[in-house]
């Protein structure tokens, strides 16, 4: 925020000539050597500058990681919620139970960020489920598969974009209610599979994405364009 | 993290950061711009090395990944004795499915062991090392029976996956000033949940009302492991209630499991340390 206000007034030439008379020679070059010092620093962030880009303009920043981890949350709240509501055939009471729970958990998640973006949030995201046959619990539970594993690897990859200490344990205590749906559901699918070697590597860790690569598999089921180009990148 | 800040942030409590680092400030504020251009996975290690040369091994940002990855290593070590042990014990595991998914859970917790061994090694410091002798699994005979009945067993394992995500959760911030190792560390705690899930759901075949995620602070163990599970039960995060947010209806059960907590590094030393020899 403080380094975009600072470049657009340079840029637009905000600084008044009254503005600048009243500092003396030092300091002025003091503040522009600054100035650059930030654009620099800002220029290095944001690699993927890319101004052709249109959308919901997650922002940058810490910001920019919560709303995206919102959108995340949008899409897999608004997924087990039609589950809920259109539950398919054969559905067990005890899935139906745990597939509630996880419907509660993501709505908490996403209202959470809701929250606590308040006037930063973005606005609410259009899906698209029509490639889900919400009657066929092999077409819910493999996009369930799919949403939950996903939701994993964004967190990981998220992790180190993050700069608040805060904000990077808020991300934790989600992600791991994430990969215990991942695990769950990869179960009723088919048991024994919840940290399988198509979720895990040899090294035990599960895997991380970067946003780009999350937004492009999420794309699928989201309508609303999304702008993930002013998001940190390192 | 961008690497800037990481300096701007030590620059704080240490003004002379430069100058440890480079002796020169106007030669490591060339490298800290350049660093956009550095290959990304070098840029943690020639950071980590610059650092460690300014500083010296043991203290300072450097020191703290020694000692939180040592941490996580003990508990790896725990985990993966637990498991070959278990898996080793004639009688105990009553089907091939149990022992399929436990084999999964102990390869793993191998694995993470060899693979904090590495790092740990990579970064210059010395990796502690445990042998099987060195655990007690009945924890002093509060589990006497842990390696014959199965219901124990799967309890302990319980408590152990559910403390190893609480515990990487709480060490997070500690890894923050290297991308890589702090990505490796999350990579490995949504694994312990994985296994915590499919633990849970053992259980619950057995009879044991619990779920994959953790309800309240309710083990369904019993008070023995109330620290595993103290603080679980919250639901409010930074100060937002969660239960019926927004308007919808979240209970205070959905509104706990939403969210796993973390435990600080003393907290799960408390809890380990009984099961240590």
């Known amino acids: 925020m403080l380094l975009r206000q600072s470049k657009e007034k340079i840029l637009l030439g905000a600084a008044t000539e009254s503005e600048i008379k009243g500092v003396s020679r030092r ?16 220029a290095a962030c944001k690699k993927d500058d890319n101004n052709t880009n249109t959308g919901v303009d997650l922002g940058s920043g810490d910001v920019g990681i919560l709303n995206y981890a919102y959108a995340l949350e949008q899409l897999e709240a608004a997924f087990y919620t039609q589950v809920i509501l259109t539950p398919y055939s054969g559905i067990s009471a005890a899935e139906s139970a745990l597939l509630t729970d996880i419907r509660d958990h993501e709505i908490a998640h996403r209202e959470f960020f809701k929250a606590a973006l308040a006037a930063s949030a973005i606005p609410a995201l259009e899906v698209d489920f029509t490639s889900i046959n919400f009657s066929s619990r092999d077409s819910v539970l493999a996009t369930a598969k799919a949403f939950e594993d996903l939701g994993v690897t964004a967190y990981n990859g998220a992790g180190k974009l993050i700069v608040s200490a805060d904000y ?3 991300a ?6 994430e990969a215990r749906h991942a695990a769950y559901i990869r179960d009723i699918i088919s048991n024994g599979s919840f940290a399988d070697n198509t979720a895990v590597d040899p090294n035990g860790l599960d895997l991380s994405r970067t946003p780009a690569q999350v937004l492009a598999i999420a794309d699928t089921y989201i309508k609303t364009a999304i702008n993930a180009s002013n998001l940190p990148t390192n | 993290m961008n690497l800037q800040n990481i300096i701007t942030e030590i620059e704080k409590v240490d003004p002379e950061v430069y100058e ?8 490591m504020k060339s490298f800290a711009k ?6 990304l996975a070098a840029l943690p290690l020639a950071f980590g090395s610059m650092l460690q040369k300014a500083y010296g091994k043991g203290t300072g940002v450097t020191g703290l990944i020694d000692d939180t990855l040592n941490f996580a290593l003990t508990l790896e070590y725990l985990e993966a004795n637990f498991y070959i042990k278990g898996i080793a014990s004639a009688g105990l595991i009553p089907t091939p499915a149990a022992v399929a998914a436990l084999t999964t859970i102990r390869d793993h917790e191998n694995a993470h062991v060899s693979f904090l061994r590495n790092v740990i090694t990579t970064l210059g410091a010395t990796p502690v090392t445990f042998a099987a002798a060195d655990f007690d699994f009945t924890a002093g005979g509060t589990f006497a029976d842990v390696f014959s009945n199965y219901d124990t067993f799967l309890a302990v394992a319980q408590t152990f996956e559910d403390t190893g995500v609480r515990a990487y959760k709480g060490q997070a911030g500690n890894l923050m000033t290297n991308n890589d190792i702090l990505t490796a560390a999350l990579n490995i705690h949504s694994v312990e949940a994985r296994h915590a899930s499919h633990i849970r759901q053992m259980r619950k075949a057995r009879g044991v009302d619990v779920k994959p995620w ?3 602070n309710n083990s369904g163990i019993g008070s023995v492991v109330a620290a595993s599970y103290a603080g679980e039960e919250v639901t409010t995060q930074a100060g937002v209630n969660i239960v019926n947010i927004g308007g919808f209806t979240i209970s205070a059960n959905a509104a706990s499991e939403a969210f796993d907590e973390p435990l600080t590094k003393d907290q799960v030393t408390a809890i380990v340390t009984p099961f240590f020899a």
């Open chain 1, 27 to 42: 300091n002025f070059l003091g503040y522009l050597g600054g100035a650059s010092a930030l654009l620099i620093t800002a």
């Open chain 1, 172 to 177: 934790g205590k989600i992600v791991s209610v």
């Open chain 2, 214 to 216: 953790i309800t309240g």
């Open chain 2, 34 to 39: 350049a660093s956009g251009k550095v290959a």
């Open chain 2, 20 to 27: 440890r680092l480079n002796g020169r400030r106007d030669a």
């Open chain 1, 168 to 170: 990077l344990a808020l």
